[in-house]
């Protein structure tokens, strides 16, 4: 079975491939020159970019750009160049073969194409979604230790931590299987159940992401009623050149270190691009203590080879995630209050601050091969996802050499969409997708059963563009169909044909009609409304359904309930947002109600005895529940050297059916930055050096679960600064960047190691440098 799938998937892929080959129609280009709308200089080193194309390009000396072999049809076109708004248009390249760009001088660069939740790439102003782009620069300058932490300062998004390496993302308070994370057009499948599972994506890998919030199942079915997590390829290398990058930080407290480097090309449209990661932490530093087995190894290598021709595009990926994680599980001495290791032995000072990864711990292999096609034909596109994934999660909880659980998943998925244009204002979009799972155990414990899972999706939509204002609209259908397979295990715990029943044989079917409808309306160039509404839809993952066994990572034992049913929401939310030269504010709020909310209960303080310790019973229920609050931007740039940004955020979670709060809702948050840039002369060495203080407020969280406990509210002091600088003709860029500078003791309210008493980390300073690289460069222009 799993043969045919890999030369299905391989035969796919050929197809694809030939059928762009086949594809002949008229060559086009494109030039022009980008200049200061004010002043009417030239903008050299400025980007051009055509999202649907996947081509990029930068001005010349002489501010002139060039594209050539591009397809005879509309598409958007993005110039963005640093301390002037960005300018987006749709140019239809069949009959416009020049045009000129002029860029307004402005501290706020408020413009931006998005493709997520789009079927063809849009200005996010012109998207009924609420989307966030995050862009290269903040993702690099961040301090943080993976991609989810990096991305959990923006209002909206928060995480769910088990210390140092493991991040889940959580927005607007829903998390695990109500959030989906593409990674270079294709979901991120990997037991993203568990609670101390993260992501395995190389964090250096994305260049961009955009994270949609609210349900998206229109576009992305079951498991995106929360939101998706779009995490994009590099720019590929300008025709004729070879480029790379090396990114290389070092962090105090953890003492992590993190190599990345890249190397790219680009032959007459043949491109390819190959990339390895390493990092390693030793254990990380409380204001209290050092946290004993909290480090971490990863080791990262991704290749990609495609072509970008006159019929659009075609990428083939490969990428490998592996890594060694230390799992902290809080057991101390009750006299010294110092940690115990596995065999019951107090563990000293230098030995829990050391790099050594002991008992219980986590080694996760993560391999995909993926393809993405997007065929360009006049004004229409068909774009073809393709991907297999296989998985494997060992965790060690009681000796080094065999792993307690070991779970072995195959994950096939597709994404077909067309998408036809018609008359430059009408969109058109019709899709169908899909997924196969197949988990087996070979582990020594069992959590849950081997089991099989089939999804499938179709969706049709269509979005209307006037001058100022844009109308949507899509309905879809999703099925899933999951089976678990029995296990019997004899006096000894070993499977067996017959004895005491761990996992029971069973099948469910579910399925669900989702739908959107959106609008946005543009009173004038500052101010900009939003408004959407959206049912999304959430089978139960395979954990809520069966169940059945201690979950060490997670300190209880889960029992999980085969007739739960499908979860459903309805969701509002509503963006106003004005900007200008100086000013950008943006209030968006959301109202959203579920049915048949799934989450777990200790009932009656229930128990079991495992191995001769005692857990606690965890049982999956499930009821109504309404989730609502708001985030709030406000940025103010009074001259252009100073920056000062502010943004809040709160989600207010309530279970109807209980009356309780609902778990891990995070608390209000204010984030206060100020930011002073200083400007330079374009001969100038270091280029527009900067220095930042950054004062993060984080209230206090009354608002708990059952078997949670208050969080204090606490303050956080932040510090960075960075440039770039010029050798020779390459831009190097350099920062450090200081978090929790005043040492402060405090309790994240997602931290699953509050439960066990370790407080957060401590003081951390991050150095870092990217130094661009250019091998071998031939502008046949």
């Given at each position: 079975?799993?043969?045919?799938?890999?030369?299905?998937?391989?035969?796919?892929?050929?197809?694809?491939?030939?059928?762009?080959?086949?594809?002949?129609?008229?060559?086009?280009?494109?030039?022009?020159?980008?200049?200061?709308?004010?002043?009417?200089?030239?903008?050299?080193?400025?980007?051009?970019?055509?999202?649907?194309?996947?081509?990029?390009?930068?001005?010349?000396?002489?501010?002139?750009?060039?594209?050539?072999?591009?397809?005879?049809?509309?598409?958007?076109?993005?110039?963005?160049?640093?301390?002037?708004?960005?300018?987006?248009?749709?140019?239809?390249?069949?009959?416009?073969?020049?045009?000129?760009?002029?860029?307004?001088?402005?501290?706020?660069?408020?413009?931006?194409?998005?493709?997520?939740?789009?079927?063809?790439?849009?200005?996010?102003?012109?998207?009924?979604?609420?989307?966030?782009?995050?862009?290269?620069?903040?993702?690099?300058?961040?301090?943080?230790?993976?991609?989810?932490?990096?991305?959990?300062?923006?209002?909206?998004?928060?995480?769910?931590?088990?210390?140092?390496?493991?991040?889940?993302?959580?927005?607007?308070?829903?998390?695990?299987?109500?959030?989906?994370?593409?990674?270079?057009?294709?979901?991120?499948?990997?037991?993203?159940?568990?609670?101390?599972?993260?992501?395995?994506?190389?964090?250096?890998?994305?260049?961009?992401?955009?994270?949609?919030?609210?349900?998206?199942?229109?576009?992305?079915?079951?498991?995106?009623?929360?939101?998706?997590?779009?995490?994009?390829?590099?720019?590929?290398?300008?025709?004729?050149?070879?480029?790379?990058?090396?990114?290389?930080?070092?962090?105090?407290?953890?003492?992590?270190?993190?190599?990345?480097?890249?190397?790219?090309?680009?032959?007459?449209?043949?491109?390819?691009?190959?990339?390895?990661?390493?990092?390693?932490?030793?254990?990380?530093?409380?204001?209290?203590?050092?946290?004993?087995?909290?480090?971490?190894?990863?080791?990262?290598?991704?290749?990609?080879?495609?072509?970008?021709?006159?019929?659009?595009?075609?990428?083939?990926?490969?990428?490998?995630?592996?890594?060694?994680?230390?799992?902290?599980?809080?057991?101390?001495?009750?006299?010294?209050?110092?940690?115990?290791?596995?065999?019951?032995?107090?563990?000293?000072?230098?030995?829990?601050?050391?790099?050594?990864?002991?008992?219980?711990?986590?080694?996760?292999?993560?391999?995909?091969?993926?393809?993405?096609?997007?065929?360009?034909?006049?004004?229409?596109?068909?774009?073809?996802?393709?991907?297999?994934?296989?998985?494997?999660?060992?965790?060690?909880?009681?000796?080094?050499?065999?792993?307690?659980?070991?779970?072995?998943?195959?994950?096939?998925?597709?994404?077909?969409?067309?998408?036809?244009?018609?008359?430059?204002?009408?969109?058109?979009?019709?899709?169908?997708?899909?997924?196969?799972?197949?988990?087996?155990?070979?582990?020594?414990?069992?959590?849950?059963?081997?089991?099989?899972?089939?999804?499938?999706?179709?969706?049709?939509?269509?979005?209307?563009?006037?001058?100022?204002?844009?109308?949507?609209?899509?309905?879809?259908?999703?099925?899933?169909?999951?089976?678990?397979?029995?296990?019997?295990?004899?006096?000894?715990?070993?499977?067996?044909?017959?004895?005491?029943?761990?996992?029971?044989?069973?099948?469910?079917?579910?399925?669900?009609?989702?739908?959107?409808?959106?609008?946005t309306f543009r009173l004038n160039k500052s101010i900009n409304f939003k408004l959407n509404i959206?049912?999304?839809?959430?089978?139960?993952?395979?954990?809520?359904?069966?169940?059945?066994?201690?979950?060490?990572?997670?300190?209880?034992?889960?029992?999980?309930?085969?007739?739960?049913?499908?979860?459903?929401?309805?969701?509002?939310?509503?963006?106003?947002?004005?900007?200008?030269?100086?000013?950008?504010?943006?209030?968006?709020?959301?109202?959203?109600?579920?049915?048949?909310?799934?989450?777990?209960?200790?009932?009656?303080?229930?128990?079991?005895?495992?191995n001769g310790v005692w857990y606690p019973v965890y049982r999956y229920v499930q009821g109504n529940?309404?989730?609502?609050?708001?985030?709030?931007?406000?940025?103010?740039?009074?001259?252009?050297?100073?920056?000062?940004?502010?943004?809040?955020?709160?989600?207010?979670?309530?279970?109807?059916?209980?009356?309780?709060?609902?778990?891990?809702?995070?608390?209000?948050?204010?984030?206060?930055?100020?930011?002073?840039?200083?400007?330079?002369?374009?001969?100038?060495?270091?280029?527009?050096?900067?220095?930042?203080?950054?004062?993060?407020?984080?209230?206090?969280?009354?608002?708990?679960?059952?078997?949670?406990?208050?969080?204090?509210?606490?303050?956080?002091?932040?510090?960075?600064?960075?440039?770039?600088?010029?050798?020779?003709?390459?831009?190097?860029?350099?920062?450090?960047?200081?978090?929790?500078?005043?040492?402060?003791?405090?309790?994240?309210?997602?931290?699953?190691?509050?439960?066990?008493?370790?407080?957060?980390?401590?003081?951390?300073?991050?150095?870092?440098?990217?130094?661009?690289?250019?091998?071998?460069?031939?502008?046949?222009?």
């Amino acid at each position: 079975m799993k043969m045919m799938k890999y030369r299905f998937f391989l035969f796919l892929n050929l197809f694809a491939f030939l059928l762009c080959s086949a594809m002949i129609h008229g060559q086009n280009s494109l030039t022009g020159h980008i200049r200061d709308k004010e002043t009417g200089e030239l903008l050299p080193g400025a980007t051009v970019f055509i999202p649907d194309l996947k081509a990029g390009t930068s001005t010349d000396r002489d501010g002139i750009y060039k594209f050539h072999n591009l397809p005879g049809s509309s598409m958007v076109v993005q110039v963005s160049f640093m301390g002037y708004r960005a300018e987006i248009v749709t140019l239809d390249v069949s009959k416009v073969r020049s045009h000129d760009f002029q860029l307004t001088p402005s501290a706020i660069e408020a413009k931006e194409v998005v493709i997520t939740g789009n079927a063809l790439s849009s200005d996010n102003d012109r998207s009924s979604f609420s989307i966030t782009p995050i862009n290269k620069d903040q993702l690099l300058t961040v301090p943080s230790t993976n991609l989810i932490n990096a991305i959990s300062s923006i209002p909206g998004v928060s995480e769910i931590t088990t210390g140092g390496e493991i991040s889940k993302p959580v927005i607007r308070g829903l998390g695990y299987n109500r959030i989906i994370t593409l990674n270079e057009g294709v979901r991120q499948e990997g037991n993203q159940w568990g609670d101390e599972h993260g992501i395995e994506i190389d964090q250096f890998s994305a260049d961009r992401i955009e994270v949609l919030k609210g349900p998206a199942s229109l576009f992305y079915g079951s498991d995106a009623m929360g939101g998706v997590i779009n995490i994009l390829e590099q720019t590929p290398a300008k025709m004729g050149s070879i480029d790379g990058e090396w990114v290389s930080q070092f962090s105090t407290n953890d003492r992590l270190f993190s190599n990345s480097a890249m190397v790219q090309g680009n032959q007459n449209g043949w491109i390819w691009r190959a990339r390895g990661t390493y990092k390693t932490a030793g254990s990380y530093h409380t204001p209290a203590e050092w946290v004993y087995n909290s480090g971490f190894n990863e080791k990262n290598l991704s290749l990609m080879a495609g072509v970008i021709k006159k019929w659009g595009y075609s990428h083939l990926h490969f990428s490998s995630f592996n890594a060694k994680i230390g799992m902290v599980d809080g057991t101390r001495d009750s006299a010294t209050n110092q940690f115990i290791d596995y065999q019951g032995n107090i563990v000293q000072e230098e030995r829990a601050k050391s790099r050594s990864i002991d008992v219980p711990f986590q080694e996760v292999d993560h391999n995909k091969l993926s393809s993405v096609t997007n065929l360009l034909i006049r004004d229409n596109q068909l774009k073809i996802s393709l991907g297999y994934q296989w998985n494997n999660r060992k965790e060690f909880g009681e000796t080094p050499d065999t792993p307690g659980l070991f779970f072995h998943l195959d994950t096939w998925t597709y994404d077909v969409r067309y998408t036809r244009l018609i008359g430059k204002s009408l969109e058109l979009v019709g899709g169908i997708s899909g997924m196969t799972q197949i988990n087996r155990n070979h582990g020594t414990e069992y959590l849950i059963p081997d089991y099989d899972l089939q999804d499938f999706g179709g969706f049709a939509y269509a979005k209307k563009t006037w001058e100022r204002f844009t109308l949507n609209l899509g309905l879809r259908y999703d099925y899933r169909q999951v089976k678990g397979y029995p296990l019997y295990l004899d006096s000894l715990g070993v499977p067996a044909s017959l004895g005491d029943t761990l996992f029971h044989s069973f099948s469910r079917d579910f399925s669900a009609f989702t739908g959107s409808t959106g609008m946005t309306f543009r009173l004038n160039k500052s101010i900009n409304f939003k408004l959407n509404i959206g049912r999304g839809f959430r089978a139960p993952n395979i954990s809520e359904l069966s169940a059945n066994g201690l979950h060490e990572g997670t300190f209880r034992y889960e029992i999980g309930n085969r007739e739960l049913n499908p979860e459903t929401s309805l969701q509002i939310d509503g963006e106003i947002a004005w900007d200008n030269k100086y000013l950008k504010m943006a209030f968006n709020g959301f109202y959203n109600m579920i049915n048949n909310f799934i989450y777990y209960r200790n009932i009656n303080n229930e128990k079991k005895e495992v191995n001769g310790v005692w857990y606690p019973v965890y049982r999956y229920v499930q009821g109504n529940s309404l989730l609502k609050g708001f985030e709030f931007e406000f940025d103010v740039h009074p001259v252009d050297a100073l920056h000062f940004d502010n943004n809040i955020d709160y989600v207010w979670g309530d279970n109807l059916s209980t009356g309780v709060p609902l778990p891990f809702i995070p608390a209000l948050h204010l984030t206060d930055q100020i930011k002073w840039t200083f400007k330079t002369g374009k001969t100038n060495a270091v280029k527009n050096p900067y220095i930042q203080l950054e004062l993060e407020t984080h209230f206090y969280q009354r608002r708990i679960d059952v078997f949670e406990t208050d969080t204090p509210g606490y303050v956080l002091l932040n510090c960075s600064a960075g440039s770039r600088l010029r050798v020779q003709k390459q831009l190097w860029t350099w920062y450090v960047s200081g978090t929790n500078l005043l040492d402060t003791k405090y309790y994240d309210h997602l931290s699953r190691l509050k439960e066990v008493g370790v407080y957060n980390m401590g003081r951390r300073i991050t150095f870092g440098v990217v130094i661009p690289f250019g091998v071998y460069n031939r502008d046949k222009d």
